[in-house]
């Protein structure tokens, strides 16, 4: 008689950081190109985002600068991300220190 398999443990977290999800829309500035687009963000953690475009692609390795949404009464901050990795119209982006950027 044989015994069912008996599922294994969940593959670990590849990430350095946990993500939270975050439902907002950013814009996003494709720096070498000058483009400007609008974006949603999907999640965010402590080294970077990710993000769904609608009508315009974003290189591998391309630098973008994101503005975050307002909180509370707060300006939108802006920061500077690497393009690390696409799936159709979702991105994963790296956050880069001020000497990266």
Request: aromatic share 6%.
């Amino acid at each position: 008689m044989h015994s069912a398999a008996k599922p294994g443990p969940p593959f670990p977290q590849q990430r350095r950081f946990p993500r939270s999800p975050v439902k907002a829309p950013a814009e996003i500035r494709i720096m070498g190109r000058g483009v400007n687009a609008t974006a949603f963000l999907i999640d965010m953690s402590e080294g970077g985002l990710a993000v769904a475009t609608l009508g315009i692609y974003l290189d591998v390795g391309e630098v973008v600068s994101v503005e975050l949404p307002r909180i509370a009464q707060e300006p939108p901050t802006a920061v500077s991300a690497e393009v690390r990795y696409n799936r159709g119209a979702r991105y994963g982006l790296m956050f880069l220190t001020d000497h990266q950027a």
